[in-house]
């Protein structure tokens, strides 16, 4: 089913009571946002170029709002969809708390006051990124590759990965090798992140008709994508640690995170969906919550070990 149709046979929510404060700020996806904000700070922090904190303040601040707003905007286009996945029907559209009208409304204005103001505190860098960041989230990955290809996922990964370089770019004005292989952690990590929690929750994308790996090409198929791609990020992961911002609390880091996420990957890849529907899923669900600590645990460490040298203790394995 094309994009259109799904948006012309979808039946409209009936709106409710008049919008809380907290509706408009669930269309901005806080959970996503903090992870916006989380890896773009890290990525400020760890450059090699000291900044003001009010301009550290200030660029978090804007890039958030663009995270927020690209959710609004991604909220305003899937809201058909929406409808229809469990996962999702509780959002302020579906549930019927905002119309897509002022979903549309919030997302561009904060689109345009989020990149203009990070241009203007920061640099022209920082902020085409922010803005590039935006357009692919919106319509390279949520209106184009996400109804049209398995690989909806795997490309549009990008758009989250790159909060770490534009925090960066900030910092420096531009890009290096450091920021490239922050933003390749993050985009080689999103595919098994996504389709461990696609395996239980198949059901939702198949009725959505969103062509996700496990609808196109089955569990099996699926298991071994999770499991090339895990041994693809584990070697992304330690080239990090021998850069200018790697050091040994990274290097720890992520030996042990990749040793226990290769393990996770492996035990889904031996499994069949017999045993998996016996176990209710249960290796895949504890993999997708490995996959959020996993992130958070090498950013974390970045940050350590550029602690450590800025009190003389490292100097880099570079």
């Known amino acids: 089913m094309s994009d259109t149709s799904l948006h012309s046979v979808a039946p409209a929510a009936t709106r409710g009571a008049e919008p809380e404060l907290k509706d408009y700020f669930a269309l ?4 996503v946002m903090s992870l916006v904000v989380f890896t773009a700070l890290v990525g400020l922090l760890v450059a090699p170029t000291p900044v003001h904190p009010f301009l550290i303040f ?17 909220m305003w286009w899937d809201a058909d969809i929406d409808r229809i996945m469990r996962r999702t029907q509780k959002r302020p559209i579906p549930a019927g708390k905002v119309s897509e009208g002022e979903a549309l409304g919030l997302g561009l204005a904060l689109s345009g006051l989020a990149v203009m103001m990070l241009a203007l505190s920061a640099n022209i860098v920082a902020g085409a990124l922010l803005a590039f960041t935006i357009f692919f989230y919106v319509v390279v990955y949520t209106m184009w590759l996400k109804r049209w290809t398995p690989q909806n996922i795997v490309i549009g990964g990008a758009a989250g ?15 290096s090798v450091e920021s490239v292989l922050m933003f390749a952690l993050i985009f080689i990590w999103t595919p098994p992140h996504f389709w461990a929690l ?6 939702d994308y198949d009725e959505a008709k969103v062509p996700m790996l496990t609808v196109t090409h089955g569990h099996d198929a699926t298991r071994r994508h999770i499991l090339a791609y895990t041994v693809l990020l584990a070697v992304t992961s330690l080239g990090l640690a021998f850069t200018s911002i790697g050091g040994p609390a990274y290097l720890a880091c992520a030996l042990v995170m990749n040793f226990r996420f290769l393990v996770g990957a492996w035990k889904i890849w031996k499994r069949d969906t017999a045993q998996a529907e ?19 645990a090498h950013f974390t460490a970045l940050l350590v070990d550029a602690a450590l040298r800025s009190f003389g203790f490292w100097g880099g394995f570079s």
């Open 161 to 175: 990965a790159f909060p770490p370089m534009i925090g960066w770019a900030v910092a420096t004005g531009g890009v």
């Open 28 to 31: 901005l996806k806080p959970r």
């Open 198 to 203: 696609a395996l239980f929750m198949k059901s």
């Open 58 to 74: 200030t660029s978090v601040l804007f890039i958030a709002l663009g995270g927020g707003a690209s959710g609004a905007l991604n």
């Open 278 to 296: 016996a176990d209710a899923y249960g290796e895949e669900k504890r993999f997708f919550k490995l996959s959020l600590w996993y992130l958070f």
